[in-house]
């Protein structure tokens, strides 16, 4: 089991065998878990937050099993502000805990019936437990974005004296947009105190883009799950975070090449299939139809795609259909061994487009094949 490299510029922390196994009918076992934080560290995660040991069973054995599995990665437990969780941790190995409470008064008066100095008393003796065993500590604020940020600044500042090492700043039902994200982790900043992590859901869908802000802003901790797994809409996905920041330059070191390898073996454990047009590993995002696209791939893939599809074990395409031009035709001829004429092109595309609005799809090469030797033979 690995631990936490000193400063770096980002760390990405994957939730996705906590967070994404709470989607609703999402359940890992055991030997899936493993499997899971295997190619997570294949990747490069730097921290992988493995379960919930307080539950017992199968998910405090999956949590012991990464602990021990020998990772780069540093292991961390999810545990409520309560030394029972902390203890159930400890006991299956792992090198660090979030520990999470509720921060706004709608969750602190309506889930807990508690005051909020109550909460953080409690907050900080938990700390004050794990720090007494080597833990590293993370504490997580729950429902942190519609907390009073001055309830906010005086938790972080109680909660780091007592020994944490970063705060999480959740944005639990997904209400921010980047540019107040990036404000709020702004002016905590400002305020000098514990390393602060951003964990984004995606009910507007805004969770990636609320994270890259929060990074840029200045929280060096990004909370992500594989597929963008997670409760209700979900949470930031782990495959858009690293693919935008290895390509706007502000991270190095990840080894996207196993993206679409874990992102599939995810997808299987979870039940939950990747759309064809996912962003990063779907496998239509780099499928061209229109004219004016497939002729300019062509003649340039920059033109039209933003990073290389060989990156992610993906494959450029060239598609037929209703939208398709004279230069994607010829291409597609030329591919089958059927050169068109310009005679035949117009013919061929007026049948082309008739069945892909007859069929709502593209046209396959076995069709286009047929369609094009039927107008050669006129």
């Known amino acids: 089991m690995g631990t936490l490299s000193p400063d770096k510029a980002v760390y990405v922390v994957d939730t996705t065998l906590r967070d994404g196994e709470q989607t609703a009918g999402v359940a890992f076992g055991p030997a899936e878990k493993l499997a899971i934080a295997r190619l997570l560290d294949d990747v490069g995660v730097d921290q992988i937050e493995a379960g919930t040991p307080a539950m017992g069973g199968e998910e405090a054995e999956a949590v012991g099993l990464i602990a021990a599995a020998g990772l780069k990665a540093s292991v961390m437990a999810w545990c409520r502000a309560t030394a029972a969780d902390i203890a159930a941790a400890v006991a299956c190995g792992v090198d660090a805990v979030e520990i999470s409470s509720p921060v706004s008064a709608l969750h602190i008066r309506d889930k807990l019936r508690a005051s909020p100095a109550a909460v953080l008393a409690n907050t900080v003796a938990a700390v004050e437990f794990a720090r007494k065993h080597g833990l590293y500590i993370s504490v997580g604020m729950e429902d942190a974005s519609r907390a009073d940020e001055d309830f906010l600044l005086t938790y972080i500042r109680a909660v780091t004296a007592a020994g944490a090492r970063r705060v999480r700043y959740c944005d639990t039902v997904g209400i921010l947009d980047p540019l107040t994200m990036a404000a709020r982790i702004e002016r905590l900043r400002r305020d000098k105190g514990a390393e602060l992590e951003v964990h984004a859901h995606n009910d507007f869908g805004m969770a990636t883009a609320n994270t890259v802000a929060a990074h840029r802003a200045g929280a060096r901790f990004l909370s992500v799950t594989v597929n963008g797994l997670g409760e209700r809409a979900g949470n930031a996905a782990l495959e858009e975070v690293l693919m935008f920041l290895r390509h706007s330059g502000a991270a190095a070191g990840y080894n996207l090449a196993g993206l ?70 010829l291409h597609k001829s030329r591919e089958l061994g059927l050169p068109l004429s310009e005679a035949a092109l117009a013919p061929v595309a007026a049948a082309v487009k008739q069945r892909a ?18 107008h050669l033979a006129c």
Not at 262 to 278: D, F, M, N
Not at 295 to 308: H, I, Q, R, T
């Open 260 to 329: 679409r390898q874990l992102c599939q073996y995810v997808a299987g454990a979870s039940g939950r299939g990747i759309p064809a047009a996912k962003p990063v590993v779907g496998q239509a995002i780099f499928h061209h139809e229109s004219g004016i696209h497939a002729d300019g791939v062509l003649k340039n893939p920059a033109l039209y795609e933003p990073f290389d599809p060989a990156e992610v074990g993906l494959e450029r395409r060239i598609v037929v259909g209703k939208h398709s031009g004279k230069a994607a035709l």
């Open 357 to 374: 609005v007859q069929r709502k799809e593209p046209v396959a090469d076995g069709e286009l094949a047929a369609i094009i030797r039927e």
